[in-house]
Every structure is written in C-alpha cells, then in structure tokens.
C-alpha cells in the first residue's frame, strides 16, 4: 500500500517528505515505547505513535523506518520536521487513536510484525 493510500486511510496530513508518497509498505507498528522498537528488524515498516519528540525521529533513523503517523492530533514541531526532512522519514499527522489507526491498516492488508 501506499503512503498516500495510507494517508487516506487515517485522514491523516503529511507534514514532510511529500515527494515520497508514492512509496510503499509492507508492515507497521504500534508503540510509544522506542526501545520496543529499536528491537525490530523488519524491512519496509512504518510506526505508529503518540509519542511526538526527536527521540521518535532518531529511533526511526536507527531502525531504517521511513514513515511515522503520529496519533492523537499531535502536532510536529519545526525541530522534529526538520530533522525528519534530514533524514529522508515522511511524517503524518492523524486525528485517530493509535488503536484506530492500527485496525485500519490492518484491514487494509498492512501486516502487523507481531
């Protein structure tokens, strides 16, 4: 699926890295916890998250995931987005719960990896 199919999905925004938005993936997971997941080892994942610090752009970094949807209407801050943007991480921003967010991707076909 597509992260513009995705973003449909969640009605989510994306706030960088719109030139990469016909780029696909595979899998997602759900945490708040970075060091649940900096023990991943799946290719082509995205994260799902209410967790809205640097912290979540330099996990990603660390664990080659090139999308993040942040939850719970949580705004990105200019920081973030720019650190995001130096890395090449496409961040989007939904309204939805990360329980919301994570039944429709899994009903779209997205795997879990759990």
Same mark, same amino acid.
């Given at each position: 699926? =597509? ?6 999905? #969640?009605?989510? =925004? ?15 997971? &759900? ?5 649940? #997941?900096? =023990? ?8 799902? =998250? ?9 996990? &990603? @970094? ?16 200019? @920081? ?12 989007? @921003?939904?309204?939805?719960? #990360?329980?919301?967010?994570?039944? @429709?991707?899994?009903? &779209? ?6």
């Amino acid at each position: 699926m =597509t992260i513009k199919e995705i973003i449909g999905k #969640v009605d989510g =925004t994306a706030i960088c890295c719109e030139d990469k938005l016909s780029s696909t993936v595979e899998y997602a997971f &759900a945490s708040d916890l970075m060091s649940d #997941v900096l =023990t991943l080892e799946k290719e082509n994942m995205l994260l799902i =998250t209410g967790l809205a610090n640097l912290q979540v752009i330099r996990t &990603a @970094e660390m664990s080659d995931i090139f999308c993040i949807i942040f939850a719970r209407n949580k705004k990105i801050g200019g @920081e973030i987005i720019s650190l995001a943007r130096e890395n090449n991480i496409i961040l989007i @921003e939904s309204p939805h719960s #990360v329980f919301h967010i994570s039944g @429709e991707l899994y009903k &779209a076909g997205i795997k879990s990896i759990y």
